[in-house]
T-cell receptor, first 115, second 111 residues
Framework: GAGVSQSPSNKVTEKGKDVELRCDPI?????LYWYRQSLGQGLEFLIY????????KSGLPSDRFSAERTGGSVSTLTIQRTQQEDSAVYLC?????????????FGPGTRLTVT | AQRVTQPEKLLSVFKGAPVELKCNYS??????LFWYVQYSRQRLQLLLR??SRESIKGFTADLNKGETSFHLKKPFAQEEDSAMYYC?????????????FGTGTRLKVLA
């Protein structure tokens, strides 16, 4: 079946502009996660959803970052007034549910470059 | 605090040598432990999980609750094992489900 997809795959934007990143999880997966991966760095947790609710948004770095999920499926991560330090690969992952035993399935990522 | 520690950012070994990627965790309950791998230009994917007690691509990982470790081992490294490896734990703490990744270890297998 189809895996996790993300769009766009690449995004170049000017500093100060807003961007929206999209994630389509595996059908039926109720848990969805957003991460950021800077060059040569590890994974930085941003937020996770169970259904349409976000029980943990502790990783969002500032109030310029927000995310929503509708219909228990697609999620969008919005970055307002982008800064150069926002440049990174943004990864999305989904899980069958938030229970401990389930693995995460990752998307290919969106590479964001802020000029 | 819940935490996953991978002390080595980079590990270089020669082909055919044993490899051990270290992972230590701090967690108040009984978490599930996972190893993920990211090969060059591929997406991050599950390598193995503790609960399955499996060996994947020659890799194994033993959960040591006394030492709170989940080290990844392979007796004979191959060049195709070169990748970024992440240790992760999943569990529930303070009423919230947590999924925590370590900072990753880049493995380079030299010819």
């Amino acid at each position: 079946g189809a895996g996790v997809s993300q769009s766009p795959s690449n995004k170049v934007t000017e500093k100060g502009k807003d961007v929206e990143l999209r994630c389509d999880p595996i059908s039926g997966h109720t848990a969805l996660y957003w991460y950021r991966q800077s060059l040569g760095q590890g994974l930085e947790f941003l937020i996770y959803f169970q259904g349409n609710s976000a029980p943990d948004k502790s990783g969002l770095p500032s109030d310029r970052f927000s995310a929503e999920r509708t219909g228990g499926s697609v999620s969008t991560l919005t970055i307002q007034r982008t800064q150069q330090e926002d440049s990174a690969v943004y990864l999305c992952a989904s899980r069958r549910n938030e229970g401990a035993n389930y693995e995460q399935y990752f998307g290919p990522g969106t590479r964001l470059t802020v000029t | 605090a819940q935490r996953v520690t991978q002390p080595e950012k980079l590990l270089s070994v020669f082909k055919g040598a044993p490899v051990e990627l270290k992972c230590n965790y701090s967690y108040s309950g009984s978490p599930e432990l996972f190893w993920y791998v990211q090969y060059s230009r591929q997406r991050l994917q599950l390598l193995l999980r503790h609960i399955s007690r499996e060996s994947i691509k020659g890799f194994t990982a033993d959960l040591n609750k006394g030492e709170t470790s989940f080290h990844l081992k392979k007796p004979f490294a191959q060049e195709e094992d070169s990748a970024m490896y992440y240790c992760a734990l999943s569990g529930r703490a303070s009423g919230t489900y947590k999924y925590i990744f370590g900072t990753g270890t880049r493995l380079k297998v030299l010819a």
